[in-house]
């Protein structure tokens, strides 16, 4: 539960970080959120007010800020691969 609307803070009482979006079963977008304390995450539904850029800018973290060198997906042609 939120203390104050938006806080998103977990038990610990630590503040809580959007870090990514995920899509629920039902397609329904949701929010993960961690603790910046203890590092807790959290699902939290996205709501009609959420900043549209701010959630797609989210999305695309991976894409954009891939957790590896672009260089490892290479064609090698000499394989087919």
């Not at 629920?24 to 996205?46: F, P, S, T």
Request: with cysteine.
């Amino acid at each position: 539960m939120d203390v104050a609307a938006g806080d998103r803070r977990c038990g610990c009482k630590g503040p809580m970080e959007p870090i990514a979006v995920c899509v629920r079963y039902d397609g329904e977008w949701a929010l993960v959120h961690r603790c910046k304390a203890c590092g807790a995450m959290r699902l939290n539904r996205i709501a009609g007010d959420d900043n549209p850029l701010a959630l797609m800018s989210l999305a695309t973290r991976p894409l954009a800020r891939p957790p590896f060198p672009l260089d490892r997906l290479a064609v090698d042609t000499r394989r087919g691969h």
